[in-house]
Antibody, heavy 120, light 112 residues
């Protein structure tokens, strides 16, 4: 079964750090581009970050640039998001999503999401 | 303020046809970049519904269709069913931003 499973969310104080993980199974992870997308409570989807299949190309949304770092370990079929200097506005469900099956950036496989709450 | 503009809500009775618009600009949809659509049922992760403007992934009913013209795209749902009640998002690429992928603000579909 094709699957993405996120973990690592939780409650963190403003200014703190958190590392999210996304475990892939059922497909050739190393061939797929990957993304993080977040959704604040009651709000819409916001693309956060992208990493190419090899890890050589990375993009970030302006809202997280300089604070978040995306990475991947193809040997472990895993995607990561290191989040530093967290702010209240980073509170959201974070989804990992793959893109590559259909081209042009369509996010074809999504995880179930992990909740990150930034609060004192 | 999303780069791609969607109506906040649409509604329709069972069996009817509804459309959801996604309006962009010359730096995204109007530049020829593909539009993708996602369905998010309450309390669940988004699901790819339409890719490349008008293509359905395997398993998506043909009641769902997509189109694109100029700087806009549309999602049409025919034969509306109760289980179609969800949030719908469009997505495209934008060449003017440092963040390449953008989503619309989302549209809540209510089945009356």
């Amino acid at each position: 079964e094709v699957q993405l499973v996120e973990s690592g969310g939780g409650l963190v104080q403003p200014g703190g750090s958190l590392r999210l993980s996304c475990a892939a199974s059922g497909f050739t992870f190393s061939s797929y581009e990957m993304n993080w997308v977040r959704q604040a409570p009651g709000k819409g989807l916001e693309w956060v970050s992208y990493i190419s299949s090899s890890g050589s190309t990375i993009y970030y949304a302006d809202s997280v640039k300089g604070r978040f770092t995306i990475s991947r370990d193809n040997a472990k079929n895993s995607l990561y998001l290191q989040m530093n200097s967290l702010r209240a506005e980073d509170t959201a469900v974070y989804y990992c999503a793959s893109s590559g099956s259909y081209g042009s950036g369509a996010f074809d496989i999504w995880g179930q999401g992990t909740m990150v709450t930034v609060s004192s | 303020q999303s780069v791609l503009t969607q109506p906040p809500s649409v509604s329709g009775a069972p069996g009817q046809r509804v459309t959801i618009s996604c309006t962009g600009s010359s730096s995204n949809i109007g530049a020829g970049y593909d539009v993708h659509w996602y369905q998010q049922l309450p309390g669940t992760a988004p699901k790819l519904l339409i890719y490349g403007n008008s293509n359905r992934p395997s398993g998506v009913p043909d009641r769902f269709s997509g189109s694109k013209s100029g700087t806009s795209a549309s999602l049409a749902i025919t034969g509306l069913q109760a289980e179609d009640e969800a949030d719908y998002y469009c997505q495209s690429y934008d060449s003017s931003l440092s963040a390449p992928w953008v989503f619309g603000g989302g549209t809540k579909l209510t089945v009356l």
